[in-house]
């Protein structure tokens, strides 16, 4: 037996469940301030917030199970879709949205795992996502390492590769150090045997493409590189969307419609569903249509400048504190720091009791940067400089990253 909650036998006020709720969620993550490095991408414009609010409110009752019901749900979609395959280089109706970047990448693997029963291969650096794929799907999954650099290593790839190999995977970039994986040699070598090849541009996919037009150096990534058939791109991260918004794409029309569902020995009738959820919230479609059209490539390249100018003054600063680095040169804005000479545990602890939400992560502390850190970077770094000057042991706090309620 459990004490844990049980269903009131009478129900109580709304103004006082509010109340308790907003006194509930104060004790939460305080990422308006700043102090959040994932989880939430601060975009650091109200009048964006709002409207995403304004049109989540709209359609929260609304269900995109049946888009037929919703026109204008279908609508939204089909652009959100079509404006996406616009970015990343495909047909214009070869995608759709999912729910997210975990979504997307299992519709992906599942459109590989119903062509064949593959193995997917993967640089260690991938999101836990794909192992989860794997496992849901009973599939083999097989982990290559990545050199140096943090990138996955083209040699030890095409080494593992067997006959059963159905689908390898890239990173634009990995979560862990931000580095963008070579995807041409790697989708080269799924192309020389005609298997099928994903990048996860969860992370880079709404934000590498204005990167690319403010004249970075961006390693190619998408579906301009031969071989790459699908790629997830997470609107909810910087496309600067609430959460629940992700787009898987391929390279053809072809490959999507495996990824369909259709069952028609159901006595409800003919049931078709095009990713892993029946029922949906129409809200993350609307959210998202309503997000990219209020910024606009303006809004988005204007963003970028911001995260990208945040991000090098956060790496200077950083390489200039005595005994810290950045473990991997990243190609975008989020990276590792680390040190060889301190224990980069007791500076994460500093930083925690200044309030700073770090990641711990197998080799250091993880920054990710959101268009509002532009406004505390010097704090950030004035904190991080007293952080490796402790003299303090860590606490021992272990690298982590997600949970579970139980
Ligand atoms: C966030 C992320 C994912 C998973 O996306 P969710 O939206 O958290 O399910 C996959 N790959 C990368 C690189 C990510 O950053």
């Given amino acids: 037996m459990t004490d844990g909650a049980r269903i009131p036998e009478h129900g109580s006020d709304a103004k006082e469940l509010l109340a308790l709720i907003e006194q509930r969620h104060a004790e939460d993550i305080d990422w ?24 989540a409110l709209r359609y929260i009752h609304d269900n995109a199970l049946n888009p037929f019901k919703y026109p204008s749900v279908l609508q ?41 029963e593959p193995q997917p291969l993967t640089p260690s650096t991938a999101h836990p996502a ?5 496992k849901y799907l009973d599939l083999e999954h097989i982990l290559i390492p990545v050199g140096p650099d943090g990138r996955a290593d083209v040699a030890a790839t095409e080494a593992a590769i067997t006959e059963r190999t159905g689908l390898i995977v890239g990173s634009a970039p990995c979560y862990p150090y931000g580095v963008i994986d070579d995807i041409p040699a790697l989708a080269g070598l799924a192309l020389e045997r005609d298997i099928l090849f994903h990048t996860d541009a969860c992370l880079g996919g709404w934000i590498l493409p204005w990167w690319e037009r403010l004249g970075e150096e961006v390693p190619p990534w998408d579906f301009r590189v031969p071989g790459v058939t699908s790629i997830s791109a997470d609107i909810h991260k910087y496309g600067y969307t609430f959460k629940g918004a992700s787009t898987v794409l391929y390279k053809s029309r072809d490959l999507l419609s495996h990824q369909f569902f259709w069952y028609d020995d159901w006595p409800g009738g003919l049931y078709a569903s095009g990713t892993a959820a029946g029922t949906r919230s129409a809200a993350p479609i609307a959210g998202a249509w309503a997000a990219i059209n209020h910024l606009g490539e303006d809004g988005y390249l204007r963003l970028t400048e911001i995260v990208r100018d945040t991000t090098r003054r956060m790496q200077a600063g950083i390489e200039g504190i005595d005994g810290l680095e950045i473990t991997h040169a990243p ?13 980069i545990g007791a500076v994460g602890d500093v930083m925690d009791d200044r309030g700073w939400n770090l990641d711990r992560q197998q080799g250091g502390l993880h920054l990710m940067l959101s268009p509002y850190h532009a406004r505390i970077a010097d704090q950030f770094l004035a904190d991080l400089a007293d952080g490796a000057a402790t003299t ?14 139980t």
């Fill in 32 to 55: 308006r301030g700043g102090k959040a490095f994932s989880l939430v991408y601060n975009v650091d414009d109200h009048e964006h917030e709002e409207l995403i609010e304004q049109v």
């Fill in 392 to 405: 303090e042991a860590s606490r021992g706090r272990e690298a982590s990253y997600g949970g579970l309620a």
């Fill in 76 to 116: 939204m979609e089909l652009d959100v879709i079509s404006m996406a395959c616009q970015l990343l280089g495909t047909e214009p109706n070869a995608g759709s949205m999912s729910s997210g970047g975990t979504e997307s990448i299992f519709l992906a693997v599942q459109v590989a795992r119903g062509i064949a």
């Fill in 331 to 343: 190609d975008l804005s989020l990276f590792e720091i680390g040190s060889s000479t301190l224990d």
């Fill in 130 to 134: 794909f192992a989860k794929a794997a």
